[in-house]
């Protein structure tokens, strides 16, 4: 078969892949983005809290949140079509085990410079368990929408071919290029190769050079979502800093999406690609080296609904409610040297030194934070 | 199969001897009762291989539930540990278990349960010879000056509603006693007792000192005994002051064969010393006051929690 010649080549056409795609097209490379699902946008992207970060999530790391809420502004101005914006995000401050109270995340949002009006916390919470409640400004994206525009936006571009159904096979060196071969058994050459793969991102790198990787602590996890009563309908309840929960918007879909620190990860793997026991039983539909999507997957955990539903219910008041509707499931890769202060700063690796191509891998857990690729891409 | 959701909380301090009877007796009993539960091990900073033994003993796959361990950040005792616990619990019911050591039926879990549905919120479970002399004195002035009409004993374990706990919540943040706290939340309580299996009894080494300042402090809390007692010594004194008074008055008026100044001197020592007993009473009703606003904040350090199972 022959050889496909690209610019750029992209590996995962989640928002991180069709990104750079356009931001490279637009600069008049030729690009080519290979996707393993039949369409986009159907992992990471989509399986999420869906929350267009604003820096309200890291009370113990300024500099993630301060760099959040520049990012925050660009985003929401740049993909206003899938933003919801029209609901009041609380995020109020647990009584008992939150590393935060109530005090010291009102300082850290004055010196992050975001908002948080303080309101009475007894509005949403049971009597005693939230010591401060605050009105914020955080919004939530709406996946599928965005994947719309963003495809659209591809589509005007004749310099960028997506290919679904692509995985890639193997990649190796030839001369000054990478040549990828994929499940199809084409092959594709390029001197600027881009790993946008989030949890398989160690499984592409080791394609290339098994001495290098991520250190990543991988969570196998499930978002709920849940119709809410219509008192709940234009609210989002954040419950932090510890194991708590969060109950909010899932985009402009009319869901609320519910997801817990403790409950949200069923299983947790530190082997360098996710080493879980479900992946034995998948079999060939998620064989080493190439993870499967675990929202598809017939071995998925049991739902822990009983468990999330009732720590918000411990919290939520009984007038607020909400049921459960269906369970999304995703593999999400977590830095592990941002534990301790809970940032999640997007980490970009170059793995090529001088003089040869370019081989680039990117990991970020927020989708806001997609502008530091920027520099990188040139 | 009850369609509820329980959580099981237990107390660990050096217990790597009974922590693995315990899983093995409770959990499965637990497991075929409830359709779900989840089981938090507080363990109090031991130093000897409890946290092994309790990985070890869950380890084997068969346990459904959600098991997890608070690890608190240095040794703090039964009250702030048990606080922890129960405050990281999602249950609709939380069982206590205060000691990790099985001297009971397993089914007497299952009978408390029963017992709590019939219309009870608080159902404690108590070996029917347990507790030292010492302690059954304590409970015994406890309960006749506690200002709750509820009577407290040493208890095995209990289980508790979901009311009961958001109850005890609105009372106050802090809880130095629950036991106490919950005899006096006003909601309806039952005891169970058993005859205790295989001659173990329930020890609580380390704990004298700890259970003391305990003893003493629900003393002053829960109950008016000691401010009693100081109304009374202080009142006794007054009226002694004002005895004297009159005495040394009455004597200089009948007889006046008092040294020269022996009335005036006395007159003004009574007169003082009435001053100081008169501001003693009233610093006691401050002080008895005042024990309500410092007892506000809930003071346990938790170092982490670690989930160690799960439902798969």
Same mark, same amino acid.
């Given at each position: 078969?022959?050889?496909?010649?690209?610019?750029?080549?992209?590996?995962?056409?989640?928002?991180?892949?069709?990104?750079?795609?356009?931001?490279?097209?637009?600069?008049?490379?030729?690009?080519?983005?290979?996707?393993?699902?039949?369409?986009?946008?159907?992992?990471?992207?989509?399986?999420?809290?869906?929350?267009?970060?604003?820096?309200?999530?890291?009370?113990?790391?300024?500099?993630?949140?301060?760099?959040?809420?520049?990012?925050?502004?660009?985003?929401?101005?740049?993909?206003?079509?899938?933003?919801?914006?029209?609901?009041?995000?609380?995020?109020?401050?647990?009584? !008992?085990?939150?590393?935060?109270?109530?005090?010291?995340?009102?300082? &850290?949002?004055?010196?992050?410079?975001?908002?948080?009006?303080?309101?009475?916390?007894?509005?949403?919470?049971? @009597?005693?368990?939230?010591?401060?409640?605050?009105?914020?400004? @955080?919004?939530?994206?709406?996946?599928?929408?965005?994947?719309?525009?963003?495809?659209?936006?591809?589509?005007?571009?004749?310099?960028?071919?997506?290919?679904?159904?692509?995985?890639?096979?193997?990649?190796?060196?030839?001369?000054?290029?990478?040549?990828?071969?994929?499940?199809? #058994?084409?092959?594709?050459?390029?001197?600027?190769?881009?790993?946008? =793969?989030?949890?398989?991102?160690?499984?592409?790198?080791?394609?290339?050079?098994?001495? @290098?990787? &991520?250190?990543?602590?991988?969570?196998?996890?499930?978002?709920?979502?849940?119709?809410?009563?219509?008192?709940?309908?234009?609210?989002?309840? =954040?419950?932090?800093? #510890?194991?708590?929960?969060?109950?909010?918007?899932?985009?402009?879909?009319?869901?609320?999406?519910?997801?817990?620190?403790?409950?949200?990860?069923?299983?947790?793997?530190?082997?360098?690609?996710?080493? &879980?026991?479900?992946?034995?039983?998948?079999?060939?539909?998620?064989?080493?080296?190439?993870?499967?999507?675990?929202? &598809?997957?017939?071995?998925?955990?049991?739902?822990?609904?009983?468990?999330?539903?009732?720590?918000?219910?411990?919290?939520?008041?009984?007038?607020?409610?909400?049921?459960?509707?269906?369970?999304?499931?995703?593999?999400?890769?977590?830095?592990?040297?941002?534990?301790?202060?809970?940032?999640?700063?997007?980490?970009?690796?170059?793995?090529?030194?001088?003089?040869?191509?370019?081989?680039?891998?990117?990991?970020?857990?927020?989708? !806001?934070?997609?502008?530091?690729?920027?520099?990188?891409?040139? | 199969?009850?369609?509820?959701?329980?959580?099981?909380?237990?107390?660990?301090?050096?217990?790597?001897?009974?922590?693995?009877?315990?899983?093995?007796?409770?959990?499965?009993?637990?497991?075929?009762? +409830?359709?779900?539960?989840?089981?938090?091990?507080?363990?109090?900073?031991?130093?000897?291989?409890?946290?092994?033994?309790?990985?070890?003993?869950?380890?084997?796959?068969?346990?459904? *539930?959600?098991?997890?361990?608070?690890?608190?950040?240095?040794?703090?005792?039964?009250? $702030?540990?048990?606080?922890?616990?129960?405050?990281?619990?999602?249950?609709? /019911?939380?069982?206590?278990?205060?000691?990790?050591?099985?001297?009971?039926?397993?089914?007497?879990?299952?009978?408390? +349960?029963?017992?709590?549905?019939?219309?009870?919120?608080?159902?404690?479970?108590?070996?029917?010879?347990?507790?030292?002399?010492?302690?059954?004195?304590?409970?015994?002035?406890?309960?006749?000056?506690?200002?709750?009409?509820?009577?407290?004993?040493?208890?095995?374990?209990?289980?508790?509603?979901?009311?009961?706990?958001?109850?005890?919540?609105?009372?106050?943040?802090?809880?130095?006693?629950?036991?106490?706290?919950?005899? $006096?939340?006003?909601?309806?309580?039952?005891?169970?007792?058993?005859?205790?299996? *295989?001659?173990?009894?329930?020890?609580?080494?380390?704990?004298?000192?700890?259970?003391?300042?305990?003893?003493?402090?629900?003393?002053?809390? +829960?109950?008016?005994?000691?401010?009693?007692?100081?109304?009374?010594?202080?009142?006794?004194?007054?009226?002694?002051?004002?005895?004297?008074?009159?005495?040394?008055?009455?004597?200089?008026?009948?007889?006046?064969? $008092?040294?020269?100044?022996?009335?005036?001197?006395?007159? /003004?020592?009574?007169?003082?010393? /009435?001053?100081?007993?008169?501001?003693?009473?009233?610093?006691?009703?401050?002080?008895?006051?005042?024990?309500?606003?410092?007892?506000?904040?809930?003071?346990?350090?938790?170092?982490?929690?670690?989930?160690? *199972?799960?439902?798969?």
């Amino acid at each position: 078969m022959q050889r496909q010649k690209y610019d750029r080549l992209i590996i995962g056409a989640g928002i991180y892949g069709l990104y750079s795609a356009i931001y490279c097209a637009k600069k008049g490379y030729s690009v080519c983005v290979l996707e393993k699902e039949p369409e986009a946008f159907t992992r990471a992207t989509f399986v999420n809290q869906a929350r267009v970060h604003m820096g309200y999530h890291y009370p113990r790391s300024l500099a993630t949140a301060m760099k959040s809420a520049g990012y925050f502004r660009r985003f929401c101005e740049d993909y206003e079509y899938c933003i919801k914006k029209d609901f009041n995000q609380i995020y109020a401050t647990s009584t !008992n085990f939150s590393w935060t109270d109530a005090k010291q995340f009102k300082s &850290f949002c004055e010196a992050a410079g975001i908002r948080c009006e303080e309101i009475s916390a007894s509005r949403f919470f049971k @009597e005693g368990m939230c010591d401060g409640a605050f009105l914020t400004e @955080e919004y939530t994206y709406d996946a599928k929408l965005l994947r719309d525009g963003m495809l659209l936006e591809t589509g005007k571009y004749g310099n960028i071919v997506l290919k679904y159904n692509s995985a890639v096979t193997a990649i190796h060196r030839e001369n000054d290029s990478y040549i990828v071969t994929d499940s199809s #058994g084409c092959e594709y050459e390029t001197v600027f190769l881009l790993n946008a =793969t989030y949890a398989s991102v160690n499984e592409i790198i080791s394609k290339v050079n098994p001495e @290098e990787c &991520f250190g990543i602590k991988y969570e196998l996890c499930e978002i709920i979502l849940c119709d809410v009563s219509d008192e709940l309908k234009a609210t989002g309840l =954040t419950v932090m800093d #510890g194991p708590f929960f969060s109950l909010m918007p899932f985009g402009l879909t009319g869901d609320h999406s519910l997801t817990s620190v403790t409950f949200t990860p069923h299983d947790v793997s530190y082997d360098r690609e996710p080493g &879980f026991d479900c992946r034995n039983k998948a079999g060939e539909y998620c064989r080493k080296g190439e993870l499967g999507n675990c929202d &598809f997957c017939s071995f998925k955990p049991v739902s822990a609904w009983e468990y999330m539903s009732r720590l918000a219910r411990k919290y939520i008041k009984d007038e607020y409610g909400f049921t459960y509707k269906k369970s999304l499931f995703s593999m999400k890769p977590i830095l592990k040297s941002s534990e301790v202060d809970d940032s999640r700063p997007t980490a970009i690796k170059v793995h090529s030194g001088d003089g040869e191509p370019n081989f680039i891998s990117v990991l970020s857990g927020k989708i !806001n934070t997609v502008y530091d690729l920027d520099e990188y891409l040139g | 199969m009850e369609k509820k959701f329980v959580s099981v909380v237990v107390y660990l301090y050096n217990d790597e001897k009974n922590i693995e009877e315990f899983i093995s007796t409770v959990l499965p009993e637990v497991q075929n009762s +409830f359709e779900h539960y989840e089981a938090i091990f507080v363990d109090d900073k031991s130093d000897d291989k409890t946290i092994e033994r309790l990985k070890e003993g869950v380890s084997n796959g068969r346990y459904t *539930g959600m098991i997890s361990i608070v690890k608190m950040e240095n040794y703090q005792g039964l009250e $702030a540990s048990m606080n922890a616990g129960r405050d990281i619990a999602i249950g609709d /019911f939380v069982y206590e278990f205060d000691t990790c050591i099985v001297n009971y039926d397993a089914g007497m879990i299952t009978e408390s +349960f029963e017992l709590l549905s019939k219309g009870n919120d608080i159902v404690t479970v108590s070996d029917s010879k347990g507790g030292r002399l010492s302690s059954r004195m304590f409970y015994g002035i406890f309960n006749t000056y506690s200002k709750s009409h509820g009577n407290i004993c040493t208890e095995t374990f209990r289980i508790v509603s979901r009311r009961a706990i958001n109850r005890i919540k609105s009372m106050g943040d802090y809880i130095p006693y629950r036991k106490a706290v919950y005899a $006096a939340c006003g909601l309806n309580t039952k005891r169970l007792y058993y005859t205790a299996t *295989g001659g173990k009894k329930i020890k609580k080494e380390k704990q004298t000192y700890e259970r003391m300042t305990l003893a003493m402090d629900s003393f002053i809390y +829960f109950t008016n005994f000691l401010e009693r007692v100081s109304t009374i010594l202080s009142l006794f004194f007054l009226v002694s002051t004002v005895g004297l008074l009159i005495y040394a008055l009455v004597d200089y008026i009948k007889n006046k064969s $008092a040294i020269e100044g022996w009335t005036s001197l006395i007159c /003004f020592i009574s007169f003082g010393f /009435f001053g100081i007993f008169l501001l003693l009473t009233i610093l006691l009703k401050y002080m008895s006051t005042m024990i309500n606003l410092i007892f506000k904040k809930q003071n346990y350090l938790v170092s982490s929690i670690e989930k160690v *199972g799960h439902e798969k």
